[in-house]
């Protein structure tokens, strides 16, 4: 429910998903699964609240500690990390976590695991456009999860623009549109990147339409 609600842009509506279930798991003793849902609960967080997203990472990090699996401690470290980079400020710190929990979490689960798709973009912010744009195209024909495909077609978009293929980007920002309004959806995240691509190039009045 937390990724139909964030697809469809209801950030409210999918907190309040994610932050029910990371309850009820707590209620019920499943550390594991209370986790990961403060880990998805931080992502509609970060957007309505920036201080309540940066407190919830904290508390998954703590979680994870006390839950004593090194695994998913680094990987919500990685996400925290991740989060707090693209949505807070640039850190070297957590910079330099992201790249600590990377190898781990290679290191625990082999070198084909799925990478986290905020670390994608935090590689294309990097300047690693070509392996971002690879990561998440893989990602968009893997996944069956709503938000986890806008997720990777947003790294797409974001590797794309900093590759400076801004023909690309339009074209699947508008047929992003087109399909959303087709099936009476709110097309928010690609009206987003529209904005953003036409601002870039200097269209400020396109940005505004």
């Known amino acids: 429910m937390g990724d139909a609600h964030f697809a469809l842009g209801a950030m409210s509506d999918s ?18 699964t209370q986790i990961e849902a403060l880990a998805r609960l931080a992502v509609p967080a970060w957007y309505l609240d920036p201080p309540r997203g940066n407190d919830i990472c904290e508390q998954a990090v703590e979680e994870s500690r ?15 990390a991740c989060f707090r980079l693209l949505y807070d400020t640039w850190r070297n710190q957590d910079a330099e976590t992201c790249a600590s929990a990377r190898h781990t979490i290679r290191r625990l689960s082999g070198p084909s695991t799925p990478e986290n798709m905020f670390c994608v973009y935090v590689q294309a912010m990097q300047g690693d456009y070509e392996e971002a744009l690879k990561q998440a195209e893989a990602a968009m024909i893997a996944t069956t999860s709503p938000a986890a495909y806008l997720l990777a077609l947003g790294a797409k978009i974001l590797s794309l623009m900093q590759c400076g293929r801004f023909g690309e980007v339009l074209r699947i920002v508008g047929t992003g549109r087109e399909l959303a309004q087709k099936n009476g959806e709110d097309p928010w995240v690609f009206i987003f990147r529209e904005a953003w691509l036409r601002s870039l190039c200097f269209d400020f009045e396109g940005s505004c339409d």
């Open 15 to 32: 907190a309040l998903a994610y932050e029910t279930a990371a309850a009820r798991a707590a209620e019920a003793g499943l550390r594991k």
């Open 66 to 80: 006390a839950h004593g699996d090194p695994l998913l401690l680094a990987q919500t470290q990685l996400a925290t």
